[in-house]
């Protein structure tokens, strides 16, 4: 599988980025993983990176974003945070992905079964914890009625994706700018740590 370099970006739309990362998740839901050779595309990406897609996703070990959408090394920015919560790094990240390293969508990916978001439903405090999960009790109070119930928890992570990206929008003139000019495209997806599918939303 060739590496994305600057002409393939150049020639990549924000639709045939998500296209892409679509394709890349059936193939893995399929079994059928592209072959690489991972060395050698260090050596390809070592004088530069040209990816077409910046992922906002959560820490959580199940959801390795480069694995589920086979791809390969420099293909893809994966910013990492539990919740995938939306902070002034977060938005410098994702700034510096698309408007100066020229990558053509953003996709918020959450995830099933997420603790972050278990623990923002279950009002959880506990250290520097406590701080992250108030990003996410915006989408508790937006999402969740009564109790913390499997099926309200998964609304609530759903809420979450939306709001993260309403954030994206309004708190980074740059990103909105370029999603206006149709530079980029902003989206969200959640992956069923129990199918390995990702299902946009």
């Known amino acids: 599988m060739q590496t ?5 970006q150049d020639k990549t739309s924000p639709q045939a980025a998500i296209d892409r990362l679509k394709d890349g998740n059936k193939r893995f839901v399929d079994k059928a993983a592209s072959e690489r050779d991972f060395l050698s595309q260090v050596g390809q990406t070592s004088g530069g990176q040209f990816p077409f897609a910046a992922l906002l996703s959560c820490i959580d070990s199940r959801v390795p974003a480069e694995l589920v959408f086979d791809q390969g090394i420099g293909d893809i920015f994966n910013v990492r945070v539990a919740g995938n919560i939306v902070n002034e790094d ?4 994702l700034e510096y992905s698309c408007k100066v390293a020229g990558s053509k969508v953003i996709v918020v990916l959450g995830h099933t079964k997420c603790g972050a978001v278990t623990a923002a439903c279950k009002h959880v405090e506990l250290g520097n914890i406590t701080h992250l999960l108030s990003k996410i009790q915006p ?5 969740m009625g009564g109790e913390a119930t499997p099926e309200a928890i998964e609304k609530v992570a759903l809420k979450n994706i939306e709001m993260s990206i309403d954030r994206i929008r309004k708190e ?4 909105a700018e370029m999603e206006t000019n149709d530079e980029i495209k902003i989206v969200g997806a959640i992956y069923d740590v129990a199918s390995g599918v990702v299902c946009f939303t």
């Open 90 to 93: 977060v938005l410098g990240s």
């Open 139 to 143: 989408a508790v109070s937006a999402a």
């Open 172 to 175: 980074s003139p740059i990103l």
């Open 4 to 8: 994305f370099t600057k002409e393939l």
